[in-house]
């Protein structure tokens, strides 16, 4: 599918790309560039790549694919870096979890005749770095491409192509509306979590032994959430600031519904409410975008494969 593919950023996304495009056979070179050496050495263990270096300038020479798969916060200084070195009808496309903010700090430094296709892969873990990847991250996952209109046709085939061949379903959408999804789907979920756990260790009643020791399901899972990387998740709140705050100002109004109805005992409004959202839960199984396998924390017998 292509001839090169240079990913700058190796961590999650950007090592599960990688073991997804050698398994598949989709470049016959990936060069791999990181701003850490350790980082990069490191993907140079798990031979990640084809070529290896600290200075994205040199791994974008030659590529026909440019992959930016770190903090969304780097992109422009990375754009700027990259810019003189990308030929004519080169693609560049994203991962990033934010578009508009990324629209407007990459695309206003690319060369005429380089093509820009923000993307959204909608998968993840809690882990990051060069050894968090897995080729089947994508499988049957929704990716989101964002171009902005008079975006070469040919190019947005190109790369929704090249994330349907990482088994990835894929969607076109506005950035701006693509933003304000995200928020609620998963930046202020994310938000939450965070503030939540912080919450729990802060308690001066309750020691951290017995947070740990007595975690539920719920903030087990809460946890899982909150142990995502820090700075991509700071980047991603500072650059989508206004669709979160939307978002998170919405979720504050029903929650003071919410508190209402538990001070008051109105039970029949909590039964409603947790029927409403008891069946989005198995819209989401049925939609095939989780498994209502049951888990309650339990190891699993293929945990060598499974994250």
Do not use: C
């Not at 206004?242 to 109805?261: H, I, K, N, P, Y």
């Amino acid at each position: 599918m292509f001839d090169k593919i240079a990913l700058i950023g190796i961590g999650l996304i950007g090592s599960s790309i990688s073991h997804a495009v050698r398994r598949k056979g989709l470049a016959r070179e990936i060069a791999i560039s990181t701003r850490r050496a350790d980082t990069l050495e490191e993907a140079r263990a798990l031979g990640l790549g084809t070529q290896y270096t600290l200075d994205a300038a040199e791994a974008v020479k030659g590529a026909d694919l440019v992959v930016l798969a770190a903090p969304v916060g780097a992109y422009e200084a990375i754009a700027r870096t990259i810019a003189p070195h990308l030929a004519p009808g080169t693609i560049v496309t994203d991962v990033g979890s934010v578009k508009r903010h990324v629209l407007s700090a990459v695309g206003p430094h690319l060369p005429e005749g380089v093509h820009f296709v923000p993307g959204h892969p909608m998968a993840g873990t809690e882990h990051s770095g060069p050894g968090a990847g897995f080729a089947s991250l994508f499988a049957n996952r929704w990716t989101i491409l964002t171009p902005e209109p008079g975006t070469d046709p040919k190019a947005i085939e190109t790369t929704a192509a090249f994330w349907r061949a990482l088994g990835a379903d894929v969607e076109l959408m506005d950035a701006d509306h693509h933003d304000l999804v995200v928020a609620i789907t998963s930046h202020v979920p994310h938000l939450i979590a965070y503030n939540i756990v912080g919450t729990a260790d802060d308690l001066e009643t309750v020691t951290k032994s017995e947070v740990i020791k007595f975690s539920a399901g719920g903030f087990r899972d809460f946890t899982r959430i909150a142990a995502s990387d820090p700075v991509m998740w700071r980047d991603v709140f500072l650059t989508n600031r206004e669709a979160v705050l939307e978002m998170l100002g919405r979720f504050l109004e029903d929650l003071s519904t919410l508190q209402r109805a538990v001070r008051v005992g109105d039970g029949e409004a909590l039964e409603t409410l947790f029927t409403r959202t008891r069946a989005i839960r198995r819209s989401i199984i049925d939609a095939g975008q989780e498994t209502d396998a049951p888990d309650f924390g339990r190891a699993h017998e293929d945990d060598g494969t499974s994250r």
